[in-house]
């Protein structure tokens, strides 16, 4: 596609639920992260994937949370019995080495938990 | 633990004057630097980054930053502000130097333009 694409836009979610969140990479980019940004604060990085190697998890905070990828196709998140806390927009971004590692970022996922 | 520190939360700059916003970083060797903007509505966009070589960095959008290592110091400027930039600004350092970007973002600044 064109860019990087994310749904659901905004996703509004009682506490305790699950969430899946989605992310659709640049075709072709072999390198798919994804960042976690709570109000008025930076972006934290989650976890990393690239190619079919094992995918870096140093940044999840809980194991509530969880993230697949099939390939170098879409990844989900997933969030398990929500918090509140884990109320933020969660970004996703996708890099190639033929476009010299620059990460392309998505539009976002807007996660409310009440 | 490396980290990343935008020291101001906003910034108002009237249309036409400089711009320079600040950025410091906590890391041993020399990091890979980055420049984001995030416009209301849109996803992030790199605006320039420094990983070796010339300390003076030209970007996108007429901005540049320069890499001071004895200020550990990543200020990004613009000569002339325009309406257009009034976004939130986000400096971020790549710590692993593998070129696969592992980001450290600090907390971001938010750019108003005053006419």
């Known amino acids: 596609g064109a860019g990087v694409s994310q749904s659901p836009s905004n996703k509004v979610t009682e506490k305790g639920k699950d969430v899946e969140l989605r992310c659709d990479p640049i075709s072709g980019h072999t390198a798919l992260y994804w960042y976690r940004q709570r109000l008025g604060q930076g972006l934290e990085f989650l976890i990393y994937?690239?190619?079919?190697?094992?995918?870096?998890k140093s940044g999840l905070p809980s194991d509530r949370f969880s993230a697949e990828r099939t390939g170098e196709s879409v990844s989900t998140l997933t969030i398990q019995r929500t918090q509140q806390e884990d109320s933020a927009v969660y970004l996703c971004a996708s890099s190639d080495r033929a476009g010299g590692n620059e990460q392309f970022f998505g539009p976002g996922t807007r996660l409310t938990v009440l | 633990a490396q980290s990343v520190t935008q020291p101001d939360i906003h910034i108002t700059v009237s249309e036409g004057a400089s711009l320079e916003l600040r950025c410091n970083y906590s890391y041993g060797a020399t990091p890979y630097l980055f420049w984001y903007v995030q416009s209301p509505g849109q996803g992030l966009q790199l605006l320039l980054k420094?990983?070796?070589?010339?300390?003076l960095v030209q970007g996108i959008k007429g901005f540049e930053a320069e890499f001071k290592r004895s200020q550990s110091s990543f200020n990004l400027r613009k000569p002339s502000v325009h309406w257009s930039d009034a976004a939130e600004y986000f400096c971020?350092?790549?710590?692993?130097?593998?070129?696969?970007?592992?980001?450290?973002f600090g907390t971001g600044t938010r750019l108003l333009v005053s006419p």
């Open positions: 420094y990983f070796s070589g010339d300390t």
């Open positions: 994937f690239q190619g079919n190697s094992a995918p870096d």
């Open positions: 971020a350092v790549d710590t692993t130097n593998t070129g696969f970007q592992k980001l450290v």
